[in-house]
């Protein structure tokens, strides 16, 4: 299993529809193959992107489409097959997200940072090179790592 750091320079230029903003790595989750990237300046931010879907609410063989190629404008339909546990993962907080796989049968030359999305256009999932073929880890678990734990109740005075 590949454990070397994800990012390995300080800074990194992000470019998204002609607009470009410099970021810096703030999390890597080296066990599923993802980084955090924050806009160095706090005023840039690269605007739009996916909603992002909940695995849960995914059924098996629900339609997916894999963004294999957005030069070549190129797509890949197919089905989810399963949903498959990838890796328990611990946050700064030293809370444990149990991180899932999407399974699917698209096929073909899959790069990391594939995405996977619905058929509303809901960002479901996103190859890494910690996923085997036709394998997307779940966005909507890459989101619960990137959530800010919320107090629940108020502390007894």
Known sequence: VRREPLALQLYHLISVGGVSAVYSV???YPEIGVALLVPKDAKE?????FM???TDSLKLGQTAIGLLSVTNE???IGAVSSRTPLADVT???KAVVAVRTIDTNIAGVLVAGTPLVNIFG???GISTYMTPAGSFVS???IALLFATPVATSTPAR
């Open 91 to 93: 946050k700064k907080d």
């Open 26 to 28: 703030e999390a890597e």
């Open 139 to 141: 966005a909507s678990d």
């Open 45 to 49: 931010s690269l605007k739009g992107g």
């Open 52 to 54: 992002v879907g909940a």
């Open 74 to 76: 190129r797509v890949q």
């Open 122 to 124: 809901d960002f479901i």
